[in-house]
């Protein structure tokens, strides 16, 4: 079972960008989903994009300005935010989904959160 650590949050004004690292150890990288999800206070988490080894997927609300990579080398997977909104202020983890599709991104029954990396949208 992979393990992650998020890193790369901050505070950001509204229309800028962030880029997060979520960095796995674990020896099945390369062939693992891999998805960020986030959480706002007081709501649940939110998967919005995940990749496998050869498509990536996003949720309406960051399509067209969320773009996730991976390095296998590095064992890390990217998130570029671009236009950032208040509204994606959020505490933003990585995790192995249980399903990783356009628009549906569900994080495994139970899973186990990593320390996530803090984005706040503000000016």
């Known amino acids: 079972q992979l393990q992650f650590v998020e890193s790369g949050g901050g505070l950001v004004q509204p229309g800028g960008s962030l880029r997060l690292s979520c960095e796995a150890a674990?020896?099945?990288?390369?062939?693992?989903?891999i998805a960020w999800f986030r959480q706002a206070p007081g709501k649940e988490p939110e998967g919005i994009s995940c990749?496998?080894?050869?498509?990536?997927y996003y949720v309406d609300s960051v399509k067209g300005r969320f773009v996730i990579s991976r390095d296998d080398a590095k064992n890390t997977v990217y998130l570029q935010m671009n236009s950032l909104k208040p509204e994606d202020s959020a505490t933003y983890y990585c995790?192995?989904?249980?399903?990783?599709?356009?628009?549906?991104?569900?994080?495994?029954?139970?899973?186990?959160w990593g320390q996530g990396t803090l984005v706040t949208v503000s000016s």
């Open positions: 674990g020896s099945t990288f390369s062939d693992s989903l």
């Open positions: 995790a192995s989904p249980r399903i990783c599709a356009d628009s549906l991104i569900r994080a495994r029954y139970s899973e186990v």
């Open positions: 990749i496998s080894s050869s498509k990536a």
